[in-house]
């Protein structure tokens, strides 16, 4: 029996993770859960899998869930206090980290000190800290088992392979709702339409990430991180049927691919029984219907959010966080209706052009990142 910690539990990583434990109830067992401010739901997730501790980010929040499961053996905490103590519960042997957002960072770093495994679903992590959790990781000879479709894919390619013998990282894209627009043509692009995404089902931050390809910018910042590569090393390549979730050139000319239909499941799955592969009830792929499969070079004059993404990383330090903090602000106004979609854009390269780059940074010193960049974004837009 694996013991799993869950941080973010009622978002769509968390719930598909659950999904997952309850059709393998015999191998695996929820004994932490966190969340934001979903009580309905954490409620229902308690009463289901009966955890030992359960963190609500809102303290508020939690003194509500308080009441609701005061019929339950279980320990309510809150805060980034809760948060960690969730992470470092001494009965799990694996943390999914699937917050959103850089208050992944403190929490990831507590489970690695404390041995814990990771499924790692949180981008900030190593977008902004990677320089500080890979080697920490190594240190307590911790795993960092990715999440993401496209990281899991990789990972798939490359076991058993040595990493030494790795020519390019292809990193695959749908390319998104807006595919082959031009800027003019996203000018008046509304909220809905940037939250349909052609083939996932994802998390609204997510969904609109992958709209402006800001995801995958996030997406190459992680894979050097996890994969030891630069990032002339690492290639962005728009396939549009999310068949191909990524792929491994090595050095005598061999490509590798990992394809399957879109589902978030088997890269969770396979984080968690790592590294055994485990039945897993989901459609297959069927050969007989695909007539072809394309491939594009990504637009990076009209989705300049990746441009920027390869600039970010590039130069490094505390400019990763910038980049990142930044989208999350923008996201989150776009989410609010309060700017236009090109603008997510525009608030990044803002942000960035304004600020003074830090080298190797520690952890207060990106979170004091994070914040210079809110108050910047807030004072001007």
């Known amino acids: 029996m694996k013991n799993i ?17 309850r059709r393998n109830s015999k191998e695996l067992n929820v004994v932490a859960l966190a969340a934001g401010s979903n009580i309905k739901k954490l409620e229902e997730q308690i009463r289901e899998f009966r955890p030992e501790i359960v963190c609500v980010w ?48 403190k929490p990831t770093i507590a489970a690695i000190r404390a041995h814990k495994d990771i499924a790692l679903a949180n981008k900030e992590t190593l977008v902004t800290a990677g320089h500080i959790i890979i080697p920490l990781a190594d240190e307590n000879n911790v795993k960092i088992l990715p999440v993401d479709s496209e990281h899991s894919a990789i990972f798939q390619c490359l076991n058993g392979e040595n990493p030494k013998e790795v020519e390019k990282i292809l990193l695959t894209a749908s390319g998104g709702p807006f ?14 339409d940037a939250l349909k995404h052609p083939n996932w089902s994802m998390g609204r931050k997510i969904t609109i990430d992958s709209a402006t390809m800001v995801n995958k910018g996030l997406e190459v910042m992680e894979a050097k991180w996890l994969f030891g590569v630069s990032y002339d090393d690492v290639e962005v390549v728009i396939q549009p049927q999310s068949l191909i979730h990524s792929m491994v050139m090595f050095r005598d000319g061999g490509v590798m691919a990992q394809l399957g239909t879109p589902d978030m499941r088997l890269p969770i799955q396979y984080a968690l029984f790592y590294p055994s592969r485990v039945l897993l009830d989901s459609p297959r792929v069927d050969f007989s219907k695909i007539s072809k499969i394309d491939f594009y070079t990504p637009d990076l004059e009209n989705f300049v959010g990746l441009k920027m993404a390869f600039m970010a990383g590039r130069k490094g330090g505390t400019l990763p966080t910038v980049f990142n903090a930044a989208n999350e602000m923008a996201v989150a106004k776009f989410l609010d209706r309060k700017i236009r979609f090109l603008e997510i854009t525009d608030i990044i390269q803002g942000a960035m052009e304004n600020h003074r780059l830090s080298e190797n940074p520690d952890i207060d010193r990106i979170l004091s990142v994070e914040k210079e960049t809110y108050e910047y974004i807030e004072s001007r837009w």
């Not at 595919?179 to 809905?192: A, C, D, I, S, Y």
Request: proline fraction near 0%; charge should be negative; avoid cysteine.
């Open 5 to 21: 910690s869950i941080l973010g539990s009622t978002g769509s990583i968390g719930t598909q993770t659950l999904d997952i434990v």
């Open 58 to 105: 809102d303290e508020e929040k939690a003194k509500e869930l308080k009441t609701l499961i005061r019929d339950v053996d279980v320990l309510i905490v809150s805060g980034m206090d809760g948060l960690i103590e969730t992470a470092i519960v001494e009965s799990a042997s694996i943390v999914v980290t699937a917050v959103v957002g850089m208050i992944g960072i």
């Open 179 to 192: 595919r082959g627009w031009t800027r003019e043509q996203m000018q008046n692009v509304k909220l809905e």
